[in-house]
């Protein structure tokens, strides 16, 4: 048995969709371990709202840690690009591959920035978190999916901070 809290249910690993597995190692492999999170709190269709809070609450330390660095990482690149000998026509490579850094900094930051936002503008409570999962005429795998887009979308500040 594995996680925190006892299941009813105890099996095989779920299989993952083709989007999932597309896009997991994309994103560094960060969604499977946050689903890996979402599965054991998540038990028999029911969250508990402290160990919600509890999650949400260390996601959003996360976010505020990827935000910090992607802005230290943004502004880095800004001075490397301000150097007047950068915008020479031999550095165009370094100047190409610092502009994408900054929009993949800048990517980290909004996405960081909005998911904070929605925890702390409701989705703070684990009711409105099952009523997304658990919609009244889902069925299983409608409800993984949700997860599986969960769990991405909560990878995305990580992810855009490697990048970059």
Not at 83 to 92: A, D, E, K, T
Not at 108 to 137: D, F, H, Q
Not at 146 to 157: G, I
């Amino acid at each position: 048995m594995s996680g925190k809290h006892p299941k009813s249910f105890e099996g095989a690993k779920c299989k993952r969709g083709l989007l999932f597995r597309l896009v997991s190692p994309l994103l560094f492999f960060a969604p499977e371990v946050n689903l890996a999170a979402f599965e054991d709190i998540f038990v028999d269709e029911v969250i508990r709202n402290r160990t919600w809070k509890v999650f949400a609450s260390n996601m959003v330390d996360g976010f505020s840690d990827y935000i910090t660095y992607a802005t230290i990482l943004l502004n880095a690149n800004v001075v490397y690009l301000a150097i007047p000998s950068v915008q020479g026509p031999s550095s165009s490579v370094a100047s190409m591959v610092s502009m994408m850094s900054m929009i993949t900094s800048l990517g980290s930051i909004v996405a960081g920035l909005l998911l904070m936002r929605w925890r702390k503008t409701g989705g703070e409570y684990a009711e409105e978190v099952c009523n997304y999962l658990y919609p009244k005429k889902g069925s299983l795998s409608r409800v993984r999916r949700r997860t599986e887009k969960l769990a991405v979308l909560y990878s995305l500040p990580y992810a855009l901070l490697l990048w970059a």
